[in-house]
């Protein structure tokens, strides 16, 4: 399973308290049950959380993107790429 292009490498179920490496072996995550929410990992740091509203019908989704910066002048270089990767994950997502 990829996301934007990015290969996911491990899934957390906080609610059924299972997570699953990208060849999909499960394995219990040890500690209590917290909430309902989805995490997905990518091998290129990217982070998906998915959970549902707890006021409202819809889902909410919080998006996590990480690369290097390289230099202190390449800041702004670096967030145009962090929202462009952002807006490659809504759409890979339909979101």
Same mark, same amino acid.
């Given at each position: ?6 290969? *996911? ?7 059924? @308290? ?10 219990? @995550? ?7 929410? @989805? ?10 959380? *998915? ?27 670096? *967030? ?16």
């Amino acid at each position: 399973t990829e996301i934007a292009g990015s290969k *996911v490498v491990l899934a957390k179920d906080f609610k059924t @308290l299972k997570a699953r490496d990208g060849e999909g072996k499960e394995t219990a @995550l040890d500690m209590p049950a917290t909430s309902n929410v @989805l995490q997905y990992f990518c091998e290129d740091g990217t982070k998906v959380s *998915v959970r549902p509203s707890g006021t409202e019908p819809k889902i909410k989704f919080y998006l996590e993107v990480k690369d290097t910066m390289g230099c202190a002048g390449c800041y702004s270089a670096c *967030v145009e790429k962090a929202q462009k990767k952002v807006e490659e994950i809504k759409k890979s997502m339909r979101i």
